[in-house]
C-alpha cells in the first residue's frame, strides 16, 4: 500500500463499485476532498483504510413492500434501510416515502447522517430508509395499510438499542403512530424503536421544531462571530413543510423578516413579511388540509406567486434551503450573491448543488452545510431516546435549553476545524467533516479490523 492517501484512485474505485449512484458518490467526494489531509497526518486511518470502510454501508437492506389500496387493487413498491455505521452508537436516521427513493439517494443520505450524528456528541450512529411511495393524495387508511406493510418487513432489522428510524420527507407523526402501532403488533413490545413519535406514547417536546429552529441557532453562532445577529436581516427559505415553517417561526421571532417561502409547484413573495399570522396559515393550509402554496396569494394581499420558480433570485440578507437535495445550483448561489446574500443556513440535506457550494466559499460568506446546520432534528431525537431509556419525560425548557447547547458546541466544532488562520475564514463544511470523521474513524481504529 502506498504511505500517502491516493484521493483520485480511491474516488474512481468508488465511482466503479457505485456505478450510476451520482447522489451516493458526490456526498462522499466532498467529504474524501477535506479529510485527505487528516488521513495523511494520521497513518493509520490510510493503512486501515478507514475511509473505504465508511464508504462501503455496513449493509444495504432490499425489500418488497405489498399493500391494497382503497379500489381493492394490490400495490407494490420498493423499500429501503441503509444501515451506514454504528461505530459510536445504534444506527439513527430517518425514513423517506418518495417517489424519488432509490439505493443511491439513501446510500448518500446515510452517508451524510453519519458525520452527523457524530458532530451533535451523542451516540449515534448513521442510517437512513424510505420507500418509492407518495403519500400525496392517498386517503388515511391507503397511508395506514402502507406503513403497516412496510413496518411488517422492517421490523426484524431495527430496534431501540439496534436501529431507531425517525421521520424524513413524507414521514411525519402519522405514519410514525402508525409504524409504531405495528411494530408494537407484531413485537408486544413497547420501546423506544422510533422518534418522532407522539408525546402520548414516547415522544419528545419539541422534536416538530427541532431541525427548524436548530438551523436557525447555528445561523445565529456564525453571525456573532461577525458580531452581528438576525434583527432587520431579509430571509428567504425555500420549502413550506416542517423544517421550512419552523425555520421562518424562529427567525422571525429573532427579529428577521421572512419575504418568501416555497413548494414543488413554486415560490411566494410578500415584501411584508411572513409574519406569525401567515405563517400559521401556512403550517394549517399546508400541513393540515394538504393545500398548495400558491394560494397564500389569495389570503394576503400584496404577495405574488411565481410558479415553476425558485426564490433565489430576491434580494435577501439570509438564504435557507429547507426543501430537498440538489436544489440550489451554481446558478442559483450566483444569485443570491449578486443580491446581497451574506450567509446561507441548510435545513435541508445536501440542498446545495457542488457548484454553489464552491461559489459561496470563494466569496467567503458565512456558509453552513446541512450535516452541521441542520443537525439539531437527530439531536433531538436523541434525546427523545434518552427519555425513552429512562421512561420519562423532560419538560420544554430542558429540550429546548440542551438543543441550543448541542448547536452551539456543533458549530464549535465546525469552527474549530475549519479555521485558516492566514485569512480568517472558516470552512463551515470543511470543519464539518472533519470533525465528524475524527471521532467516527477512532471508534474504528479501536475495534480494530471488523
Known sequence: MADRFDLESFLDDLKSR???????????????EDVVDIIDENPEYH?????????????????????ENDDGDICIQRGYRVQNNNAIGPYKGGL???????ESVLKFLAFEQTFKNSLTGLPMGGAKGGADFNPKGRSEREIMRFCQSFMTELYRHVGADRDVPAGDIGVGPREIGFMFGQYKRITNQFTGVLTG????????????????????????????TQDRDLEGMTAVISGAGNVATHAAE????LGAKVIAMSD??????????IDSEKLDWIKQHKGRRGGEISDYVDQFSGATFHKGEKPWGLECDIAMPCATQNELSGEDARKLLDN?????????????????????????????????????????????MSQNSERRSWDEDQVQGLLVDIMKDIHQRCRDNGMNGDTGYCDYVKGANIAGFRKVADAMLAYGVV
Open 96 to 102: 423517506r416515502f418518495h417517489p424519488s427513493v432509490n
Open 18 to 32: 457505485n456505478p450510476g449512484q451520482k447522489e451516493f458518490f458526490e456526498s462522499v467526494r466532498e467529504v474524501a
Open 47 to 67: 493503512r486501515q483504510q478507514i475511509l473505504r470502510r465508511m464508504s462501503e454501508p455496513d449493509r444495504v437492506i432490499s425489500f418488497r413492500i405489498c399493500w
Open 264 to 273: 414543488s409547484k413554486g415560490f411566494i413573495h410578500d415584501p411584508d413579511g
Open 340 to 384: 446581497g446574500c451574506i450567509a446561507v443556513s441548510e435545513g435541508a440535506n445536501m440542498p446545495t448543488e457542488r457548484d454553489g457550494v464552491q461559489a459561496f466559499k470563494q466569496a467567503k460568506i458565512l456558509y453552513a452545510p446541512g450535516k452541521a446546520a441542520n443537525a439539531g432534528g437527530v439531536a433531538v431525537s436523541g434525546l427523545e
Open 197 to 224: 413519535k407522539g408525546l402520548e406514547y414516547g415522544g419528545s417536546l419539541i422534536r416538530p421544531e427541532a431541525t427548524g429552529y436548530g438551523a436557525v441557532y447555528f445561523l445565529r453562532s456564525m453571525l456573532e
Open 250 to 253: 424562529k427567525i422571525t421571532e
